[in-house]
């Protein structure tokens, strides 16, 4: 949805580009590792057999795989694909999206998840989030 909104918004805002060619073809990489550490994510949530959900209830803890190098690798490679579509499209406004989400993710979502992973379980989760960064 975000990238809809995005190619929309480029579209139909002819604004003067920030990033240039071949700047802009880094934003690729990002795109490309964006999609590969949230794929990653969500198929050890499938392997595992716990809820994706934000206000659902996991059955484990996902602590391995890039659940190793941050506590949301979902939401950092979303992240990771909205700044790699800004640098891609290159506008100042593109920019605008990656941080809005981030926002979003720390102040609504992120809390409710930690919260109930807490609740569920335990000090394992404690001691794992004194291990793992909430982002990277």
């Known amino acids: 949805m975000g990238t809809l909104i995005l190619l929309i918004v480029f579209i139909a805002l002819p604004i003067k580009r920030i990033v240039h ?3 802009t073809y880094s934003g690729i990489v990002l795109i490309i590792f964006g999609l590969i550490m949230a794929i990653w994510a969500f ?8 809820t ?14 890039p659940f190793c190098i941050s506590r949301q690798p979902i939401y950092l490679g979303m992240t990771t694909i909205l700044l ?11 920019f605008i999206f990656p941080v809005i989400f981030v926002i979003l993710m720390e102040l609504i979502f992120i809390p409710v998840e930690e919260k109930n992973l ?4 335990g000090e394992k989760y404690l001691d794992y989030k004194k291990k793992v960064r909430r982002w990277i």
């Not at 198929?43 to 716990?50: C, D, R």
């Not at 994706?52 to 795989?65: A, N, V, W």
């Not at 790699?84 to 593109?94: K, N, P, Q, S, V």
């Open 118 to 121: 807490e609740m569920i379980f």
């Open 52 to 65: 994706i959900k934000s206000d659902g209830i996991p059955t484990s803890l996902m602590i391995t795989g």
């Open 21 to 23: 060619a071949p700047y």
């Open 43 to 50: 198929s050890l949530f499938k392997k595992n057999g716990t």
């Open 84 to 94: 790699g579509e800004a640098i891609l499209l290159g506008t100042f406004i593109t």
